[in-house]
């Protein structure tokens, strides 16, 4: 039960870094040649705004589990119909919009699902969470 609890408690860290780094990669198309490099800089730190908000709430999760996973759910859930809208109008196909929704959306509601899940875990047996602390 221990070494569970231990891999629980990694897991959806691991899985929001893992998908903190693939919001990021959307970031790399502004670079774009037609530029100048300073304006290529300033639409790349305004691409990654996504990635500090998401940042921000995994620090939040890290911290309190529960809180943090609740607000990544409520945000993958919140912004998939915007995500879905934005998608329909560029490529006119409802399947490939769901499945844009799905890489995007679905690693946070993962992770914020994983989050909460520790959270119970860890509070229905507290000598697991103090040990596993000091450790």
């Known amino acids: 039960m221990k070494r569970s609890l231990k891999i629980l408690h990694w897991i959806p860290r691991i899985l929001c870094i893992l998908a903190i780094l693939f919001i990021s990669m959307f970031a790399l198309d502004s670079f774009d040649p037609k530029y100048t490099l300073w304006q290529q800089i300033q639409a790349f730190v305004i691409h990654l705004i996504p990635t500090y908000i998401l940042i921000i709430l995994l620090i939040i ?36 919009s769901l499945l844009t929704i799905l890489s995007i959306t679905f690693p946070f509601i993962l992770t914020g699902g994983l989050f909460v899940l520790s959270y119970f875990l860890k509070k229905k047996n507290p000598e697991i969470t103090t040990t596993q602390e000091n450790t």
């Open 61 to 96: 999760a890290w911290k309190w589990e529960l809180i943090g996973g609740l607000l990544l759910i409520i945000l993958a859930l919140g912004f998939s119909p915007s995500i879905y809208i934005h998608n329909y109008h560029m490529n006119h196909s409802a399947g490939m």
